[in-house]
């Protein structure tokens, strides 16, 4: 699972895709409410506020 910015949204499904070999789901942070998962507050790459979940 990566929690990437819209810049680092590309590198987190390559290596999604390296990883897995299948495509991710993608989904706006703002739109997911998850009750036992509070979202990092910076993207995996960079110390920017994440605006994607790639799963
Ligand atoms: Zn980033």
Not at 2 to 25: R, S
Not at 28 to 35: D, K, P
């Amino acid at each position: 699972m990566y929690v990437v910015c819209g810049e680092h949204l590309e590198q987190a499904i390559d290596e999604f895709v390296e990883v897995y070999e299948m495509p991710p789901d993608l989904y706006e942070l703002e739109e997911v409410s998850l009750t036992d998962w509070t979202a990092p507050n910076r993207c995996t790459f960079c110390d920017r506020p994440p605006k994607y979940l790639v799963v």
